[in-house]
């Protein structure tokens, strides 16, 4: 059996690791595009070259196991600093409906995650800004969905407001500008599984805040 599969990302616990275990088997053939394809780190994926390796492979495989993030935003850390409209996201997206189109046996399993936020300061794995005010960001989504959902309290409120006040709106807009286009891609990933598009769909997250910009898009 050949089962074609888009990692998130070139690091080994996507790349590597499930080549390992599909070794396992052996009656079961992985077939995983050139790690040179997939980027690195903050470098995006080369999507056109990806595309053209799994339109040549999909038509000697069983199975496809898709990363929406790796095959719309080119990995798992563009997806956070992509500055792609909609229309080219869904663009993207839409390479996954053709494929089903060419191939309308072939099941297409997915996954494609809800948006983190870290708690804490750092760009490694975010945006520049985040060095300096990636606490700040969540503390304000967080703060920003309790208010909405059950209000807050005389501390918070005035630690809002301190928030709003130190905190670039020009950062802040960037972000959630970024968060509503992914959004739209979560929903899009859904809207294939009701269409038959997508066989089945997993959506994973990594920030189980109670509150919070992750929160919100849970819903």
Not at 69 to 93: A, C, I, K, P
Not at 98 to 123: D, G, Q, V
Request: hydrophobic share 35%; net charge negative; aromatic share 10%.
């Amino acid at each position: 059996m050949k089962i074609l599969y888009i990692p998130l990302d070139e690091r080994p616990c996507n790349f590597y690791y499930p080549q390992m275990i599909a070794r396992l088997k052996d009656e079961l053939d992985l077939l995983v595009p050139p790690i040179e394809l997939l980027g690195n780190k903050k470098q995006p994926a080369d999507l056109n070259r990806l595309w053209d390796w799994i339109e040549a492979k999909s038509t000697i495989c069983n199975a496809a196991i898709l990363s929406i993030e790796m095959l719309v935003y080119g990995g798992l850390l563009s997806s956070r600093l992509h500055q792609d409209s909609v229309e080219t996201l869904m663009e993207n997206l839409n390479q996954i409906r053709l494929l089903k189109k060419n191939n309308p046996e072939l099941p297409i399993l997915a996954s494609n995650l809800i948006m983190r936020t870290p708690a804490y300061n750092s760009s490694e794995e975010e945006p520049s800004y985040y060095e300096e005010y990636g606490a700040a960001i969540f503390d304000w989504g967080w703060l920003q969905n309790k208010q909405n959902r059950e209000g807050l309290t005389s501390p918070e409120k005035d630690k809002f407001a301190q928030i709003e006040q130190d905190l670039p709106q020009a950062y802040l807009e960037d972000y959630r500008t970024r968060r509503q286009r992914n959004r739209e891609i979560n929903q899009g990933t859904i809207d294939f599984v009701e269409e038959g598009i997508i066989s089945f769909l997993s959506i994973p997250q990594d920030d189980s805040a109670k509150y919070g910009f992750t929160a919100i898009d849970q819903q």
